[in-house]
């Protein structure tokens, strides 16, 4: 069994960085992405970024590449979300997530894909 624990979040205003983590505890051998989706008041969750477990693939959704980095920083079991230049429109809970299969080309619009979700965190973007 799989558990996500995901740490950062809170408030910040326009422009400004945060920085989130997500620690994979159990069994991760099998884990091949992990990554963040995001979901806002009254919208479908959705994609924001993943990385290869096994090599240096990442994939962005559109609408953050250029201020979102994700990085693995062992070997498997732990990722960070660096969001630099945050908008107001990146508000929203956000989750970490893992696969142990395939990716997806549409991975962003694919929740169900992802079978391990950690509990969420906040990130409210607000001046």
């Known amino acids: ?58 994939y962005y959704a559109d609408s953050v590449k250029g201020r979102f980095n994700i990085t693995r920083i062992n070997a498997k079991s732990t990722v960070w979300l660096q969001m630099n230049g945050l908008k107001p429109e990146d508000t929203a809970f956000y989750y970490c997530v893992a696969r142990d299969g395939a990716l997806a080309m549409a991975w962003a619009e694919r929740p169900a894909d992802f079978g391990y979700w950690g509990q969420g965190t906040q990130i409210t973007v607000s001046s």
């Not at 995901?6 to 408030?11: A, L, P, R």
């Open 1 to 58: 069994q799989v558990q996500l624990i995901e740490s950062g979040g809170g408030s910040v205003q326009p422009g400004g960085s945060l920085r989130l983590s997500c620690a994979a505890s159990g069994n991760s051998n099998h884990i091949l992405w992990m990554g963040w989706f995001r979901q806002a008041p009254g919208k479908e969750r959705e994609g924001v970024a993943v990385t290869s477990t096994h090599n240096s693939n990442t």
